[in-house]
């Protein structure tokens, strides 16, 4: 439905196959809902001469899609020569380059009309967040100046008589020229940069769209229809180059000097375009294709043609991805946000009469109020003897509970405070070393804890509570110091109701302190340890991985069966290692890269999962039935959604053949605590086995039988244990199928 919707948007709103003010709504209750659904059927039918078309062709011609930022005759002529290398390389094939839009690029990768893709990085994301496209097979380089640039960024530039346009700053309040808010180097890159400053597009400066190429972006500045420019590193050096540009006459803000980078630039760098399949594409010639590109660079005079110097193995484009989820750009533009404003709009009914009935009950708490006046004669005798009472109690009962700690009685109105003689030798003072007063005792506390301390002294006050506890530092007589858990209660008020006195005792938990503190940094080192050597190892691995397949492809006329089979287990055995150390990667950032927590509904989480699970379902013929109670919680989604894929997806790809899955997810909520169910009727476990599960890289089922790197399971748990809660596993044997319980606390606020 989520593809359906997008493309019914992009036709109808972007590429003129329907009116501008078709309802896009599923309902045929209207004229304007009946353009569209007639509109919908064009589009079907559309897509349907377009399979035709293709099922019914020998050999059709490759198409390779290229984003034109430039105009598109001249990215049309630039690429041309990259066909007659496909074809000499793969000649059973021909292949055609056609320079397209972001809309018409969309809409192409949508309708199935092009077979490879060649778009920015941003672009790229969206495209596939939406429609759906392979891992990136190469990342382009391109050429300056006989220098290779594998990566690329954003410029901001003004003309050079413009005094008023010297920094960031101040752009605040100007009118600035960009492309279009698809473009990562012509837009995304340059407003992060000002988001630095505190300056925010639309709100603080003007965004005027000129749409592709990047030449109108710099036309409109140069003309004066715009104080400023966005646009991508190398646009201003090739129309220099071309004779349509003087660069003395603009401006470069923001100017950064990055060594070995030869163009203006005013943002960091991030990696060059992706080169990428659609899934229609057969794998084996998506590897010749990709392998093709990777031996670009032995073809100067093409690579001279075109502009580039090759292309290179995938670069790595998670920082790409970071930075339009913070920008909440495209794909990420509907993360939830919701405002006051949003709420008083929504709901300004509802408030009004909350607030009509809340002055009702402060007026008839007023009445009550003034009808106990008359009570309280009577009550003072009762509240000063039964205070009398409590104090004789609680005197007893923190002679009882306290022995063994440092016990204190402070004089809240004097500030004179009794420290027994424990007390202060647990911080390493006689008897007569330590003054007893409140601000003596104050100025002993760890400057970190003590407006922490106070605050809760304070708080402890102001409700009244019956016992409060918390963990402090003091200052011990060495210097040093000392772990300590403070317990008091207030064990006598005023008339008012004001403390008086309060009595306590101190718990010496230093070694405890000291060993939580050595465990947290052993962890911490670890999981460092861990993340540093599973990220350094995965860049010569993909060398490795490259450099085999070009080996593979140079000597494929040569290789005899056995050799090739051997090539194909080094390959395989690369690209298996690849994939344990990025599961390893995933499991170092639990808790360490992921999002905040925040309260949420624990039923999105398993939404987002199934969703993705979604093509493994259909293809699986499995059925899976949710029920039960989804509460909110306090939970990263991004890690609960991997803690339902991989626990949903095990159950769908752990099946036995010819048997339909068939998985029962059930929540349930009992003592605050939320329990989750997963149980299906696939392959099962070995109950003497079930204890391996959860290990690193621990595999039970053969790997020639199930793809896996053995590290889901674990994933799991350390997702579990991050929200302080615990999973296990139950099966009645092989073939029985299996049943994964995980139980998390329902919390009632977010908790870091």
């Not at 201003?236 to 603009?250: F, M, S, T, V, Y």
């Not at 991050?722 to 099966?731: F, L, V």
Request: glycine share 6%; aromatic share 8%; net charge neutral.
């Amino acid at each position: 439905m989520r593809l359906l919707f997008f493309a019914e948007r992009r036709l109808s709103k972007k590429s003129g196959l329907l009116p501008d003010n078709t309802d896009l709504s599923l309902s045929s209750s209207t004229p304007k809902k009946r353009k569209f659904k007639s509109g919908y059927n064009l589009l079907m039918l559309y897509s349907g001469l377009v399979l035709a078309a293709s099922c019914s062709v020998q050999a059709e011609p490759i198409k390779i899609g290229i984003l034109a930022f430039r105009p598109k005759q001249d990215m049309q002529q630039q690429w041309q020569p990259l066909t007659k290398i496909l074809k000499s390389a793969i000649p059973e094939h021909d292949f055609i380059i056609e320079a397209l839009s972001y809309n018409e690029l969309e809409m192409a990768v949508f309708s199935r009309q092009i077979d490879f893709i060649l778009t920015n990085p941003a672009h790229y994301i969206q495209i596939a967040h939406h429609i759906g496209l392979s891992s990136p097979l190469a990342t382009l380089i391109k050429k300056q100046d006989s220098k290779g640039l594998a990566a690329f960024g954003g410029v901001i530039f003004s003309l050079k008589d413009r005094k008023d346009m010297r920094r960031l700053t101040d752009i605040r309040g100007k009118n600035v020229a960009a492309v279009g808010q698809e473009s990562l180097g012509g837009y995304h890159l340059q407003i992060h940069e000002l988001q630095k400053t505190g300056l925010k597009a639309g709100k603080n400066y003007k965004i005027r769209t000129t749409g592709t190429p990047h030449d109108k972006v710099v036309e409109a500045v140069m003309s004066g229809k715009a104080d400023a420019g966005f646009v991508q590193t190398g646009v201003l050096e090739a129309l220099a180059q071309q004779g349509k540009l003087d660069l003395n006459e603009i401006s470069i803000i923001n100017s950064q000097d990055l060594p070995d980078f030869p163009l203006f630039i005013s943002t960091r760098l991030f990696p060059e375009w992706p080169f990428a399949s659609l899934p229609q594409i057969d794998e084996k010639l998506a590897r010749r294709v990709t392998a093709t590109l990777l031996m670009l660079s032995d073809h100067s005079d093409v690579t001279q043609l075109i502009g580039i110097q090759g292309f290179s193995i995938p670069a790595d484009y998670l920082a790409t991805n970071e930075l339009l989820r913070e920008l909440r750009a495209p794909p990420y533009e509907n993360l939830p946000g919701f405002t006051l404003n949003d709420v008083w709009r929504r709901y300004t009914s509802q408030i009004l009469a909350i607030l009509f009935t809340t002055a009702c009950v402060i007026a008839l708490g007023i009445a009550l109020i003034l009808a106990n006046r008359r009570l309280l004669v009577e009550r003072k005798n009762v509240q000063q003897q039964t205070i009398k009472l409590q104090e004789s109690e609680a005197l007893w009962k923190f002679a009882l509970e306290g022995a063994g700690d440092g016990v204190w009685d402070w004089n809240i109105p004097t500030g004179q405070v009794f420290f027994s003689k424990q007390w202060k030798a647990m911080i390493g003072y006689a008897e007569d070393e330590f003054e007893n007063t409140f601000d003596f005792w104050k100025d002993h506390l760890h400057p970190d804890d003590r407006d922490r301390v106070l605050s809760t002294v304070h708080l402890y006050f102001e409700k009244n509570l019956p016992l409060y506890t918390t963990e402090l530092r003091m200052r011990s007589k060495s210097g040093e110091w000392h772990w300590l858990l403070a317990r008091g209660m207030v064990v006598s008020h005023s008339d008012s109701n004001e403390p008086l006195r309060m009595i306590g005792t101190h718990t010496d938990i230093n070694e405890r302190k000291q060993a939580e503190f050595a465990l947290q940094k052993s962890n911490a080192d670890l999981e460092q340890f861990a993340y540093s050597v599973s990220h350094d190892l995965r860049q010569p691995l993909r060398m490795v991985t490259g450099h085999l397949q070009l080996v593979e492809k140079h000597l494929d006329a040569v290789l005899d069966d056995d050799d090739r089979e051997n090539m194909n287990f080094a390959l395989q055995g690369a690209k298996r290692m690849d994939a344990m150390i990025v599961s390893l990667l995933e499991y170092s950032r639990v808790g360490r890269k992921s999002p905040p927590k925040s309260k949420q509904s624990s039923r999105t989480a398993l939404d987002n999962a199934l969703f993705f699970l979604e093509p493994a379902r259909q293809e699986a013929h499995a059925e899976i039935r949710i029920s039960g109670e989804w509460p909110e919680i306090v939970a990263s989604q991004d890690e609960m959604t991997r803690l339902f894929l991989n626990l949903a997806g095990n159950a769908i790809k752990y099946r036995i053949e010819d048997r339909p899955p068939i998985i029962l997810i059930h929540g349930h909520v009992e003592n605050n605590i939320w329990r989750v169910d997963i149980s299906d009727n696939g392959v099962g476990i070995i109950p003497s086995q079930i204890h391996r599960l959860f290990q690193f890289f621990s595999r039970l089922q053969s790997r020639a039988k199930f793809e896996g790197t053995g590290m889901g399971l674990a994933l799991c748990r350390k997702i579990v244990e991050h929200h302080e809660g615990r999973i296990w596993a139950e099966s009645e044997g092989e073939g029985k199928g299996s049943r994964f319980i995980f139980e998390i606390p329902v919390k009632a606020s977010e908790t870091a």
